[in-house]
């Protein structure tokens, strides 16, 4: 289980195509601002409210800074192993089978439930938008979860069913999956452009209103630091945790190093480029809405303040008044132009992001069949998995079967909770590559990186160290499914994929799904 993957042959794949090295630190910066930007910003920052209050503010802080040494880390092995797998495949290289298992495992939870968050998010947004017009199209029920207090879940609302919106547009993505169909360069630029002038908008309308509103930011810290082995995932901490699902994305800048002009230059100006610019604009917008509306979390009559997301906060009085505060909404910068007398403005923003916010889901649904497809193509996972569409030369099989998971999840569950049960398999994932960076310079430490973390002894440490904090500082449902989602994944890999590993029986497999044209499965 200790068998390793030799780098020679992972990177046969990538010696077969010459790629052009065009990008510069413009493009770079560019391609990770649109990466970054999505669900997170838009949706999160209600549930980053109910657990810091405006204490949320410190929370993009921490979240971007972890964010950017992972960020570092993760770009020496993109460009060393610029292949399909991300984190799956340099854990593979460098410390082993099981542990790549573990992290492929943990990367299911990363892009399907963020797509699934994702999902939900946009089901705010687009009823949201139609309610702003007039337009009840679906009853209240169909729209939102049910209460849900299973063990140790929680969510919905009183009166939801099953979020039909969400389950609707993953369907949607889904069938163009299978189909083949990828956005074009020119239509992620749009989309790009649309998501960072809503922010703008946003940012403009309501930063000259926190002269008049300074009291919103008392008390700043309402529920506190945090403690990351309480719990609980409040304070600034636990919304650290949870924000951290809005930076989320760099990776296409770090895997983008085999493309880029002087990677040992333009990488890490790409990547802590845009984490900059996206986290000041994450300041400025959590700014705008503490200081316009107001972002204090929520007590129980109790004297207890709601868990974010839970149907007792749904269904409080104050959640129910004309005027709700922050915490109750589904599509936070909408709803807060529309509180302060923007009503236009809140429905533009609330527009870019129902227009925007799908090609998020294409994306990480995108990501991970590309995780299982190299599992199976692996040996880890059945090769049935791994089947090519002999129409579209697509992997139909497991794209199906993405597809119904992350619709079932965003039927039920809402989207802090998704994104939080994201975090846990992110987090796991990026230590474990920071932890590989490190081994490598030992291990390997002849071979050619186009780029090199700075300091890594430093950078490496400080990345592991945060997003260890970060994962402690997720609420324990969280951490319990991430240790239950483990154990699974430990005991399917000793039943199947340590005996059927590729390595393990001496298969040589280099190929890649781009290289099927005929569109026959992989060896």
């Given at each position: 289980?200790?068998?390793?993957?030799?780098?020679?042959?992972?990177l046969?794949?990538?010696?077969?195509?010459?790629?052009?090295?065009s990008?510069?630190?413009?493009?770079?910066?560019?391609?990770?601002?649109?990466a970054?930007?999505?669900?997170?910003?838009?949706?999160?920052?209600?549930?980053?409210?109910?657990?810091?209050?405006?204490?949320?503010?410190?929370?993009?802080?921490?979240?971007?800074?972890?964010?950017?040494?992972?960020?570092?880390?993760?770009?020496?092995?993109?460009?060393?192993?610029?292949?399909?797998?991300?984190?799956?495949?340099?854990?593979?290289?460098?410390?082993?089978?099981?542990?790549?298992?573990?992290?492929?495992?943990?990367?299911?939870l990363?892009?399907?439930?963020?797509?699934?968050?994702?999902?939900?998010?946009?089901?705010?947004?687009?009823?949201?938008?139609?309610?702003?017009?007039?337009?009840?199209?679906?009853?209240?029920?169909?729209?939102?979860?049910?209460?849900?207090?299973?063990?140790?879940?929680?969510?919905?609302?009183?009166?939801?069913?099953?979020?039909?919106?969400?389950?609707?547009?993953?369907?949607?993505?889904?069938?163009?999956?299978?189909?083949?169909?990828?956005?074009?360069?020119?239509?992620?630029?749009?989309?790009?452009?649309?998501?960072?002038?809503?922010?703008?908008?946003?940012?403009?309308?309501?930063?000259?209103?926190?002269?008049?509103?300074?009291?919103?930011?008392?008390?700043?810290?309402?529920?506190?630091?945090?403690?990351?082995?309480?719990?609980?995932?409040t304070?600034?901490?636990?919304?650290?945790?949870?924000?951290?699902?809005?930076?989320?994305?760099?990776?296409?800048?770090?895997?983008?190093?085999?493309?880029?002009?002087n990677?040992?230059r333009?990488?890490?100006?790409?990547?802590?480029?845009?984490?900059?610019?996206?986290?000041?604009?994450?300041?400025?917008?959590?700014?705008?809405?503490?200081?316009?509306?107001?972002?204090?979390?929520?007590?129980?009559?109790?004297?207890?303040?709601?868990?974010?997301?839970?149907?007792?906060?749904?269904?409080?009085?104050?959640?129910?008044?004309?005027?709700?505060?922050?915490?109750?909404?589904?599509?936070?910068?909408?709803?807060?132009?529309?509180?302060?007398?923007?009503?236009?403005?809140?429905?533009?923003?609330?527009?870019?992001?129902?227009?925007a916010?799908?090609?998020?889901?294409?994306l990480?649904?995108?990501?991970?069949?590309?995780?299982?497809?190299?599992?199976?193509?692996?040996?880890?996972?059945?090769?049935?998995?791994?089947?090519?569409?002999?129409?579209?030369?697509?992997?139909?099989?497991?794209?199906?079967?993405t597809?119904?998971?992350?619709?079932?999840?965003?039927?039920?569950?809402?989207?802090?909770?998704?994104a939080?049960?994201?975090?846990a398999?992110?987090?796991?994932?990026?230590?474990?590559?920071?932890?590989?960076?490190?081994?490598?310079?030992?291990?390997?430490?002849?071979?050619?990186?186009?780029?090199?973390?700075?300091?890594?002894?430093?950078?490496?440490?400080?990345?592991?160290?945060?997003?260890?904090?970060?994962?402690?500082?997720?609420?324990?449902?969280?951490?319990?499914?991430?240790?239950?989602?483990a154990?699974?994944?430990?005991?399917?890999?000793?039943?199947?994929?340590?005996?059927?590993?590729?390595?393990r029986?001496?298969?040589?497999?280099?190929?890649d799904?781009e290289?099927?044209?005929?569109?026959?499965?992989?060896?």
């Amino acid at each position: 289980m200790w068998r390793v993957k030799p780098l020679d042959q992972i990177l046969a794949t990538a010696e077969k195509k010459s790629l052009k090295r065009s990008l510069g630190p413009i493009q770079l910066t560019l391609l990770g601002i649109g990466a970054v930007i999505g669900t997170g910003i838009f949706v999160l920052t209600a549930t980053a409210a109910q657990k810091a209050g405006p204490g949320m503010m410190v929370s993009f802080i921490i979240a971007g800074f972890v964010c950017a040494v992972a960020a570092l880390c993760y770009s020496e092995l993109a460009s060393m192993v610029p292949v399909a797998g991300s984190a799956y495949t340099y854990s593979y290289a460098v410390m082993g089978e099981m542990i790549a298992w573990l992290v492929g495992w943990a990367l299911i939870l990363e892009y399907a439930l963020g797509a699934s968050a994702v999902a939900v998010g946009w089901s705010g947004h687009l009823i949201g938008l139609l309610d702003g017009y007039g337009y009840h199209i679906l009853p209240h029920a169909l729209t939102v979860g049910p209460p849900i207090q299973l063990g140790f879940m929680h969510g919905g609302e009183v009166g939801g069913i099953f979020n039909l919106p969400a389950v609707l547009i993953t369907v949607f993505v889904t069938a163009l999956l299978i189909i083949g169909t990828k956005e074009s360069a020119t239509f992620n630029a749009v989309l790009v452009a649309i998501k960072v002038a809503a922010l703008t908008l946003f940012v403009v309308l309501t930063l000259p209103l926190i002269s008049g509103h300074m009291d919103n930011f008392k008390p700043f810290t309402p529920r506190g630091w945090g403690n990351p082995f309480d719990g609980s995932g409040t304070g600034v901490l636990g919304a650290a945790a949870s924000i951290f699902f809005a930076y989320v994305g760099f990776d296409a800048v770090s895997t983008a190093a085999e493309e880029t002009k002087n990677p040992q230059r333009n990488v890490p100006i790409g990547l802590i480029g845009s984490l900059l610019i996206c986290t000041v604009f994450y300041l400025l917008v959590a700014g705008g809405v503490i200081g316009s509306l107001g972002a204090q979390p929520l007590m129980g009559p109790d004297g207890q303040f709601f868990a974010d997301g839970s149907p007792q906060l749904y269904g409080s009085a104050a959640c129910s008044a004309t005027h709700a505060p922050l915490v109750c909404s589904k599509e936070a910068l909408a709803y807060v132009l529309k509180e302060v007398h923007q009503p236009l403005a809140g429905a533009l923003v609330g527009l870019a992001a129902t227009i925007a916010l799908p090609s998020v889901v294409l994306l990480m649904m995108y990501g991970q069949t590309r995780i299982f497809f190299v599992m199976a193509r692996d040996g880890l996972l059945p090769g049935f998995l791994s089947t090519v569409h002999s129409k579209f030369r697509t992997p139909w099989v497991i794209t199906l079967i993405t597809g119904i998971v992350v619709a079932i999840a965003a039927a039920f569950l809402p989207v802090g909770q998704l994104a939080d049960y994201s975090n846990a398999g992110t987090l796991f994932a990026f230590a474990m590559v920071s932890l590989g960076v490190m081994i490598l310079r030992f291990t390997d430490k002849d071979r050619v990186r186009p780029f090199k973390t700075p300091m890594v002894f430093v950078v490496a440490p400080l990345s592991i160290i945060g997003c260890v904090v970060l994962f402690f500082s997720l609420n324990n449902e969280s951490k319990i499914l991430f240790a239950g989602w483990a154990v699974i994944g430990l005991i399917f890999y000793f039943l199947f994929g340590f005996w059927n590993s590729n390595v393990r029986r001496g298969v040589v497999d280099s190929v890649d799904l781009e290289d099927h044209g005929s569109g026959q499965p992989p060896a």
